[in-house]
Nanobody, 119 residues
Framework: QVQFVESGGGLVQPGGSLRLSCAAS????????MGWYRQAPGKQRELVAI???????KYADSVLGRFTISRDNAKNTVYLQMNSLNVEDTAVYYC?????????????WGQGTQVTVSS
């Protein structure tokens, strides 16, 4: 059973940046895609960004142009670079993946990392 360890969350001021990391216990090449979801208090979990095995990416409209997802197969890690953060980005961010491309969100989840944007 694969496990994900997320890190990089924290408290940041509006306009600031954070980089989240999701380290997998095994090779991430087996996953058809990996992605990040987030859940704010009182709201449903929503897709933030996805990257496929081939490197194609997809972003939520709300983060397009501000967030960048990337993967390092050698380190079995997926990253989410978040720039120009605003208070609406405050949420718990979860790493997500699946070996099947059609199962979105995937079956495998990390434990989540808190991102708080506040002045």
């Amino acid at each position: 059973q694969v496990q994900f360890v997320e890190s990089g969350g924290g408290l940041v001021q509006p306009g600031g940046s954070l980089r989240l990391s999701c380290a997998a216990s095994g090779s991430i090449f087996s996953f058809a895609f990996m992605g990040w979801y987030r859940q704010a208090p009182g709201k449903q979990r929503e897709l933030v960004a996805i990257i496929t095995r081939g490197g194609s990416t997809k972003y939520a409209d709300s983060v397009l142009g501000r967030f960048t997802i990337s993967r390092d197969n050698a380190k079995n890690t997926v990253y989410l670079q978040m720039n120009s953060l605003n208070v609406e980005d405050t949420a718990v961010y979860y790493c997500n993946a699946d070996t099947a491309p059609a199962i979105v969100p995937g079956r495998y989840w990390g434990q989540g990392t808190q991102v708080t944007v506040s002045s």
